[in-house]
């Protein structure tokens, strides 16, 4: 915490490249999920919501150990509109420190990790969290 977010970079399910960098100057949630994550179904409708909350939200999913064409059924099952980057070797994920989804990371519009959410996240954790990065 308190330290700028490693960085970002890779494929998205879409097959667009994707950098985190190119976020700066908005508020960021980095979030490490999969398929097969059952607390992952409950998160998404939540960053829906949260999308249309805070229209300067940007997210930025991560796949764990998961392939595409699980992710992709998912993502389209749960009407993500947000971009998914693949972590086929586990980069992303040993760099964020994550051990098993879904984790989430706060980053604020400089690019700082204000605070990181492991396990899932509810309404009320997301607001907290959102507050110190959202301003």
């Known amino acids: ?24 100057g ?6 490490f999920w999969a398929s097969w994550c059952v607390p992952c179904r409950s998160e998404f409708p939540l960053f829906k919501d949260a999308l249309a909350r805070h229209p300067d939200l940007v997210i930025v999913g991560v796949l764990f150990q998961d392939d595409a064409g699980s992710a992709k059924a998912f993502v ?8 998914s980057v693949l972590d086929p070797n586990g980069t992303l994920a ?4 994550v051990v098993a989804p879904p984790q989430s990371y706060f980053i604020d519009r400089s690019g700082v990790i204000r605070s ?3 396990g899932e996240l509810t309404l009320d954790d997301f607001e907290r969290q959102y507050s110190a990065i959202g301003s």
């Open 116 to 118: 990181r959410q492991i």
């Open 26 to 31: 908005h508020p960021v949630l980095v979030n």
């Open 94 to 97: 040993n760099a964020y420190r």
């Open 76 to 83: 389209t099952s749960f009407g993500a509109s947000w971009p």
């Open 1 to 24: 915490m308190g330290q700028f977010a490693p960085p970002l970079r890779g494929t998205t399910l879409d097959g667009t490249a994707l950098d985190l960098a190119s976020f700066r």
